[in-house]
């Protein structure tokens, strides 16, 4: 199984990382791709370029086999939507490999105004990393009737099926810490020391955003 997980990465930091990691020993996966965007379609577009959020984040994985830094969403023009994503992904790794998209609960309450979202679950499947103890709302039927209670189910088909993991998820913001870079203060401990090192050499952050 391999697993697909998006996001800005504005700057990426130990709550991406950390939940990266978890979830990549708790599926046994092959490998556990990170997808800096592009051009997200729902929400302010980065205050950085794709390519300085990508070197950070190659930075920040470097000592951490089995994660992977993909560039697929940077090297298309236009918005990134992950159902082009992943369309992309299955061509490249056949029809009968299992793809995960991990994704925050925040994010998956929100599924329903991704573009085109029901045909994401004709390529991957949709993990949806909780908090310990957390209680999904009362699902829509097209959600219900592909919610598995078992990750084992995961591996009898390629694509399809909704999945809660609990995770740990540390309370780190990116907002937050393009806010300590602007304000001059000290980001020691929410991110790698390696992009810490790089956000100041290029001076990246220096406005709040």
Not at 34 to 63: F, T, W
Not at 112 to 123: A, I, M
Request: proline share 4%; charged share 20%.
């Amino acid at each position: 199984m391999i697993g697909i997980y998006g996001g800005t990465f504005n700057p990426v930091h130990f709550g991406h990382l950390r939940t990266a990691l978890e979830v990549k020993e708790l599926f046994n996966l092959k490998q556990m791709r990170l997808i800096p965007c592009h051009l997200p379609s729902h929400r302010h577009q980065p205050c950085v370029s794709g390519n300085l959020r990508m070197e950070m984040l190659k930075l920040a994985i470097s000592d951490s086999p089995g994660l992977q830094v993909d560039s697929c969403e940077l090297d298309r023009q236009g918005p990134s939507y992950m159902l082009d994503t992943l369309k992309i992904l299955r061509q490249e790794l056949g029809e009968h490999e299992r793809l995960l998209l991990f994704m925050g609960a925040d994010v998956f309450d929100g599924l329903e105004r991704w573009h085109l979202w029901q045909q994401l679950f004709q390529y991957a499947h949709i993990v949806v990393m909780t908090r310990p103890g957390y209680t999904s709302k009362l699902l829509a039927d097209f959600f219900q009737q592909r919610l598995i209670g078992d990750s084992a189910l995961l591996q009898s088909q390629a694509f399809g099926c909704v999945f809660f993991q609990a995770v740990t998820q540390l309370d780190i913001s990116a907002t937050k810490i393009r806010q300590i870079f602007a304000t001059g203060g000290n980001p020691q401990f929410l991110l790698p020391d390696k992009v810490i090192s790089f956000i100041r050499e290029h001076q990246l952050y220096q406005s709040q955003n």
